[in-house]
């Protein structure tokens, strides 16, 4: 009596062929997704670094045409009011810049808390990948299990 190789082993040449092929196509797959998503990574990256570039450049000159405008309007009001209440309208254009930079520092507070939403396409994107790649690991799980059970029946 004559015990073929594949017959005692399980793991035959070609069922571990198999393993090997899978194995490399889920890498290959597995890299060119990391690749993609990098790329996505880097893409998202310049985009947010152009418009940081561009919202400190425009706050720079809307707080230079702010103070020169600022400067203007209370050089206005302390020579219209110069001759009889000069120290109070200098006092009352004081409190308004108080309370304006009061106001503002309160608003940046709240916005920076706030946060942003960086990488938020790419973080989306690899959520996406991971559940797909869990159903394939999942239906591959499937398959493998019915042909085990169809050599077996």
């Keep these: 009596m004559s015990v073929r190789l594949h017959d005692r082993d399980p793991m035959t040449p070609r069922a ?3 393993i090997v092929r899978s194995a490399r196509r889920m890498l290959a797959i597995l890299v060119s997704m990391a690749r993609t998503r990098l790329n996505l990574l880097a893409v998202e990256i310049m985009q947010e670094k152009s418009r940081l570039w561009l919202l400190l450049l425009l706050t720079a000159l809307a707080l230079l045409f702010a103070f020169l405008a600022l400067l203007t309007l209370s050089l206005f009001v302390i020579v219209a009011f110069w001759d009889d209440h000069r120290l109070l ?3 009352c ?5 108080v309370a304006a930079t009061a106001v503002t520092l309160f608003m940046l507070r709240q916005r920076s808390k706030a946060g942003s939403k960086l990488f938020s396409g790419t973080l989306d994107e690899l959520a996406k990948d991971s559940a797909a790649l869990e ?8 398959d493998f299990d019915l042909q085990r059970n169809r050599r077996r029946g």
């Design 16 to 18: 571990t062929d198999s």
């Design 89 to 91: 309208a200098i006092g």
């Design 93 to 97: 254009l004081f409190a308004f810049y």
């Design 135 to 142: 159903d394939e690991l999942e239906a591959e799980d499937i």
